[in-house]
C-alpha cells in the first residue's frame, strides 16, 4: 500500500495505522457498541485526571478522499445497522438485501440495532473516539445533534458519489436539498417522514388545521408532546409563526416560555417517545405531536379515524440518513448498497413495507401498477406533494455545542420537570 | 475445622466478581463526577466538589419524588405481598414452589409487554376506566395514565414478587413448633403473629424493602411510559444526562448522589429496626 | 427453646394450625393477587389471536386468527433474540447463585475481619442505579478492549444477580442454628456431608428464590443490557426497540409460549411431586401423618 507510505509521513501515525488498515481493524472487530464512558480506562483511573474529548479523533480535514476511494474494493459482504422494521421484510427475510446479494455478490449482515439516536451514539462515539471500526459498514441516522457530531468530528466516510449514478438519476428532492449537509458529502437519505400533528377524529367536532389546538384548552389534558426536545422546540417555534430553521436565542427562549405555559396550565398530559401512538389508538389523546408514517400505520391497523395534518403552520421534516462511518471495513459494499436502494424497483420493495416518506419520486408508479398496493402510491405522507413539501420547514441548525447546550438547557427542564 | 480461611474462601469468588466488574468501574464515576469540561475538548479532573451541591439545588424536586415514589409502592407491595408470602410458607404445603413460581411467571414476559397492556386496560376509555365513567363512578375526564398513581401503580405491580420471595424465604424457616407455643401462650391470634411470627420474620422484610425499595427509587422506566408532567425522577435524570447530554460529570455526581442517599435510608432501617440484633434472636 | 432439635427439613412443610382467618380469607386473597398479576398476562394472550393486516400488533380487534403461531420463528432476530436471552437468564443465574451462596453463608454465620467492607460493597451494588451500573461497566470493557457480545451481557448479569442471591440467601441462613451441623459433625460426619445432610436442605428454599429471582431479573433486564450487549439482541432490547414502528404480533406470541413453558414446568413439577410422595407414603407410612 504505497499511499500508506506517502501520507503517513506528515500525520498521526496512530492515526493513519488505526484508519488505513482495515484488515486490522476487521480483525480487532468491536463487535458492538460501546458507551457513554467508553474511554475510561484501568489505567486512566489510576492517573486519574480526566477524559479526552471527540477533538482531533475523526480523519485528517485535508485527507485525500479521492484517492482513498481509488484504492478500495468490493469485499463481498457489510455489516448494516439500521433502525428495527425498517426495511421490507417478507417470512424473516429481507428480499431488497437478497437482490442485491444476487446482483452484485455481496452479502448484507442486517441488524436492527438502532433505538435511538441519542443512545446509538453514546454506544459508537467511544469507539470512534478510539480510533477503531464500530463494526458496522453503513448505520442510518436521523438529522440532528449526534449527526452533526459525526459529521463535524469526521467520524464519516464522504460519500464517493461517482459510485452513486442511480442517486443521481433518482433522488428527490427530499434527499438533494439537505441543510445540514448541503453538498451530499455524507448523508444518502435512507428515508424522511415529518413531525406534525395527529388528532383522534371521533372526539372533535371539526378538523383540526392548526398547531393551535395543541395550545387549545378545550383540549385539555388530552394533548400529548414529544419528549425529544428538538420536535417539542420546533412544535413551540411554529406556534410562534418563526422559522425553525433562521430562528435564535432570543427565539427559543420565547417558544420555551409559551411551552412551559402550556404544560402549567396542565393541557400537556405527558411528553411521549413513541408512546403518543398507542395513546391516541386509545383514545387518551385528542391531539398530538405526531410522526407521518406511525399515523398511516395506524390508519392501516384497526384506527380509520386517526388523521394526520400537516398545520398550516408548518411542519418540520427530518430524514434518517445511511453514512459510512469512519474506519468501516467495506466501504465499497456500503456505497453499492447506497447506489442499489436508490433504484426504483428496489426503492418501491422497501417503501411498500417501510410507508414513510420516500426519496425515490419514481417509486410511485411501481408501487401503484406492479405491487398494486395504491393504498401507499397515493398516500401524501409517503409520497407528498410539492406543496406539501412546500410547507414542511427545517430544523434549527445547533450545529456547536454551545447553541446545542443552549437549546437543551430551555427544552429539557420542561419534558423532565 | 474452624479455619480462619473459611469465610475468605467462601466469599472470595464473589467478591472478586463484583470488585472487578462493579468496584472499579463504580470508583471511575466519583473521579467523573468532579471533573469539568466537554465532550469535544475533553474533561479534566478539578476536584469541582460544587457539582454535588449544584446537582442537588437544580434536581431537589426529582429527588425527593423518587424517594417519595419509591417509598409508597414499596410500602403498599409490602403490605399487599406479606400475608401471600405468609399463606404461601404456612398453608402452602407441598405446592409452595409452585405457588412462587406462578406469582413469578408474569414476570419472564419482557416489561414492554407487561406495560402495553397496562397501558391498554388503564386506558381513559378502556376496560377499568371506561367501566367505571360508564357506570358514573367516576367523571368524564377521570384517567390514571399519565399521573402519579400510575407511575406508583407500574412501580408497585413490578415490586410484587421481589417483596414476596424474601418474605416467604424468612417465614418459611419459621419453627412451626414455637409458633404452636406461642399459640398456646397467647389466646389471640394476632399476639402470636405480633410477637412470634412478625419479629422473626424481620430479616426478610428487611430483605425485600432493600430488594424492591432500591429499584422503586433509582427506576426510570414506569415514569417515562406511565408518568405525565411532573413525574419526573431522578433516574430519568440520570438517564438523560449520560446518553443524550453527554454529560458525565452531572450524570455520576447524580448517581452518587441517589446511592448515598439509598445507603442512607439502609442503614438508617438498620438502626431503627436493629436488623442484625433480631436476626441473631431468631 | 422449644423444637429446636426438630429436624427443619420435614418440620416446614408441615402447615400451622389452621384458624378460619387462614383457611377462607387467606386463600382469597391470595387468589384474587395471583390473578391480579396475571391480568396482563391474559391481555397479552388474547391478543395473539387478533389479525393485523400491517403486521403490527393492535389493541383494535381486527378478527380472530391463528396465523401469528404458525409464523412465530419468522422473524429471525426476534427469534435469536429471545435464544439470546434464554440463554443469559439461565447461565448467570446459575453462576450468581453458585458464587453468592456460600458469599451468603460466611456473612450470615461468621465473624471475620473484612466483613463490613463486603457487606458494603453488596449494599452499594444493590444500591446502584441500573443507568450507572451499565455505563460505568461499559466503559470498564472499552478499556480492556473487551468485545462487547453475549459473554459480557452474561458477566455484567452476573454482577447484579451477586448482590440479589447474596442477599435473599442470608435472609434464609440468618438466625440458622448452626449446632445441628456441629452435632453432625461430633457425631462422625465430615463437614461436606454435614453441609450435604443439615444445611444444604435448610437453605435450599433460599437457594431456589435466589435461582428465580436472578433468573427473572436476568431475562426482564433491559437498562444495564443495552449498554453492554454491542451487537447482540436480547428479547427485551429487541422489543424495546421495535415499539418505535410498532411491534409485531410475535412478540407476544413469544410471549405467550414462556408463560405456557412456565406454565407446563409448573405442572410437570407438580405430578413429579406427587409420584414421589406416593411412592414415599408406602415404603414410609409415618410420612403420612405429616402430608
Redesign the interface.
Known sequence: MAHEEARGAERDPAWIRGFTQPRLSRRQFVRGAAGAFATIGLAQLIVACGLPGTRDTGAPADFDWPAWWKDQQQNGQMNFANWPLYIDTEGGRHPSLEKFQKETGTKVAYRPVIQDNAAFFSQISPVLQAKESIGYDLIVISNGWQLTQLMANRWLIPLDHSRLPNFKKHAGKIATDLTYDPDLTYCAVWQAGATAIAYDANQVDEPIDSIEALFDPKYKGKIGMLSDPDELGTAGLLALGIDPETSTYADWKKAAALLTKQRDDGLVRQYYDNGYIKALQDGDLIVSQAYSGDIFQSQNSGYPNLKFVIPKEGAVLWRDNSVIPLHAANPVDAIEWINFYYRPDIQALIEDWVNYMCPVPAAKPIIANELDDPDVAESPLIFPSDEDIARLKEYPLTETLEAHTQWVGLFDPIIQS | ?RS?L??????G???L???I?????????A??SL?T?????????TWNFSVFPDAIDQYS??ILRSFLYGGISTFIALV??Y??A???A??G??????????????????????I??????L????LVIGTLKSVGLVGE?A?V??TPTAVITGLT?DA???MA??I???I??I???????A?DLYAS?YEQFRRVILPLSA??I??GI??VG?TNV?D??SA??L????T?MI??????Q?????D?PV??AL?LI??LG??LC?FIYAWVFGTRTI???? | MAGRGASPGSDSARPVRSRPWSRFVLPVYVTVVMLYTLIPIAVMIVYTFNKAPNQRLTFAWNGFTTEWYGKVFQVADLTQALWHSLEVAVISSIIATALGTPAALALARRKFRGRGLIDLTVITNLTAPTVVVGASLLGFFIALSIPRGITTILIAHVAFNIAIVIIVVQARVSGYDESLEEAAQDLGASPLVAFQKITLPMIMPGIFSAFLLSFALSIDDYIITSFVAGQTLTFPLWVAGAVRVGIPPQVFVMGTMIFVAGVLIAIASLIMQRRSERNLARSDPASRATT
Open positions: 475445622m480462619r473459611v469465610p475468605y474462601l467462601q466469599t469468588p464473589a467478591m466478581w463484583l470488585g466488574f462493579f468496584v472499579v468501574p463504580l470508583i471511575s464515576i473521579s467523573i471533573m469540561g466537554n465532550s469535544i475538548a475533553g474533561w479534566d479532573l424536586p426529582q399487599a405481598m400475608p401471600v405468609y399463606w404461601i404456612f398453608h404445603g407441598r405446592r409452595k414452589s409452585l405457588f412462587l413460581f406462578l406469582l413469578l411467571l408474569p414476570f419472564l414476559v419482557s416489561f414492554i409487554i407487561r402495553l397492556t397496562w397501558q391498554f386496560i386506558a381513559d376509555d378502556g375526564n384517567h395514565l399519565s405491580y410484587l414478587p421481589w420471595l424474601p416467604y424465604v424468612a418459611e424457616k419453627d412451626r413448633d414455637l409458633v404452636e407455643a399459640g391470634g430479616p426478610g428487611y430483605a432493600l430488594l432500591i433509582g426510570f422506566l417515562q411510559i408518568g405525565g408532567p411532573n419526573t433516574g430519568n435524570i440520570i438517564q438523560t449520560y446518553v443524550q447530554n453527554a458525565f450524570a455520576s448517581s441517589l446511592m439509598l445507603m439502609v436476626q441473631e434472636y431468631a
